[in-house]
């Protein structure tokens, strides 16, 4: 029997493969180590669909397929879960798999090129350490005022506001105290290095990609929310429209609809939550200078803020630059404002 869909559910050592005919049966599923794991998928048919879920290790595989030449399908592990069965085991997830990469409608995940991975993992590793850095300052600013010390708000004003209280004999702040927030204070320096060196690292990568310097000429689109977009989008090609990438984001409406009754709510806040969040906070900086722009972007932000009111307007924008964005992505085109944001003309 011919194998029209092969599933594999990825794991460190022992891999599942499902294969399907082409009529639907289970062919086969079984167990394959690691070792044996690279010999037995060149025994598969070039024609065969190779599905995997959408997780750790996903990527170089899905490479690894890609270059000898097979279709690959990755697939979100929500779309997957809907196929499982009750008894959750390794045959019936690979079965599922298979039933997913079969079903219209889904909306396979890219392989992420060596590029994208690279960038990827620097922003990985970034915001981890962002992470860390405000959780080190915020940790300062408690315990300092434990012993009536209060720092001023933000980051900046922290790391130069720390070495005078340190100095200060007059204040609160015992032996111990002064010596560990010093000690914090070293690792806060630490971590600021790191994400200075990091960011450095991530535009250097980035410059390299022509569409990279594109997206820029979005507004709202600077260096960290570019070098997502690619890592993440990569050419937008999965995509069909601007639109179907906007929804992906999860930047469009919540709707409910029964009877004929349309009921929109709040975004859907779907797909990558960091881009998603990203690109709202480069959409809140270009509004916060929307009263400036003599533009036609100033114009239908003005006129939107007074419709809907600011925070409406920066989800609205953030949803516009998508759609550019993926048309910038797709066309190689820099940002036209006079074209992105054109008046509709009467019919």
């Known amino acids: 029997?011919?194998?029209?869909?092969?599933?594999?559910?990825?794991?460190?050592?022992?891999?599942?493969?499902?294969?399907?005919?082409?009529?639907?049966?289970?062919?086969?599923?079984?167990?394959?180590?690691?070792?044996?794991?690279?010999?037995?998928?060149?025994?598969?048919?070039?024609?065969?669909?190779?599905?995997?879920?959408?997780?750790?290790?996903?990527?170089?595989?899905?490479?690894?397929?890609?270059?000898?030449?097979?279709?690959?399908?990755?697939?979100?592990?929500?779309?997957?879960?809907?196929?499982?069965?009750?008894?959750?085991?390794?045959?019936?997830?690979?079965?599922?798999?298979?039933?997913?990469?079969?079903?219209?409608?889904?909306?396979?995940?890219?392989?992420?090129?060596?590029?994208?991975?690279?960038?990827?993992?620097?922003?990985?590793?970034?915001?981890?350490?962002?992470?860390?850095?405000?959780?080190?300052?915020?940790?300062?600013?408690?315990?300092?005022?434990?012993?009536?010390?209060?720092?001023?708000?933000?980051?900046?004003?922290?790391?130069?506001?720390?070495?005078?209280?340190?100095?200060?004999?007059?204040?609160?702040?015992?032996?111990?105290?002064?010596?560990?927030l010093s000690q914090s204070l070293h690792r806060l320096h630490e971590m600021d290095r790191l994400v200075t060196d990091l960011t450095t690292q991530i535009g250097q990568l980035c410059k390299q990609l022509p569409s990279y310097s594109a997206l820029q000429s979005i507004p709202g689109m600077g260096p960290l929310v570019s070098a997502a977009l690619i890592s993440e989008i990569g050419d937008g090609r999965q995509f069909k429209n601007g639109r179907q990438m906007a929804a992906w984001l999860g930047l469009v409406p919540r709707q409910y609809s029964s009877g004929g009754k349309l009921v929109l709510g709040s975004i859907t806040k779907h797909g990558n939550n960091d881009l998603r969040v990203l690109l709202v906070h480069g959409a809140r900086a270009v509004v916060r200078f929307a009263q400036r722009r003599s533009d036609p972007l100033g114009e239908w932000l003005r006129g939107l803020i007074a419709r809907r009111g600011r925070h409406r307007a920066i989800v609205a924008l953030a949803n516009k630059l998508v759609r550019i964005a993926w048309s910038v992505l797709a066309t190689q085109k820099r940002f036209d404002v006079a074209l992105a944001f054109a008046p509709m003309r009467a019919a």
């Open 1 to 180: 029997m011919n194998i029209s869909v092969v599933g594999i559910d990825l794991a460190k050592n022992v891999f599942q493969l499902c294969a399907l005919g082409t009529n639907g049966s289970v062919v086969w599923n079984r167990k394959v180590t690691r070792s044996k794991f690279a010999a037995m998928l060149a025994d598969l048919p070039k024609s065969a669909l190779i599905a995997m879920e959408a997780c750790s290790s996903s990527n170089y595989w899905g490479r690894y397929l890609t270059e000898r030449g097979y279709r690959v399908a990755l697939i979100p592990a929500q779309h997957v879960k809907p196929f499982a069965k009750r008894q959750k085991n390794d045959a019936n997830d690979a079965l599922a798999i298979c039933e997913a990469a079969t079903r219209p409608g889904i909306h396979f995940v890219s392989v992420k090129t060596i590029e994208q991975q690279d960038i990827k993992t620097l922003r990985t590793i970034r915001r981890r350490v962002v992470q860390q850095r405000t959780a080190t300052g915020n940790q300062i600013r408690a315990l300092a005022g434990e012993y009536g010390v209060v720092f001023p708000i933000g980051l900046r004003r922290l790391i130069s506001a720390v070495p005078a209280a340190l100095e200060d004999a007059e204040n609160g702040l015992s032996i111990i105290a002064r010596a560990l």
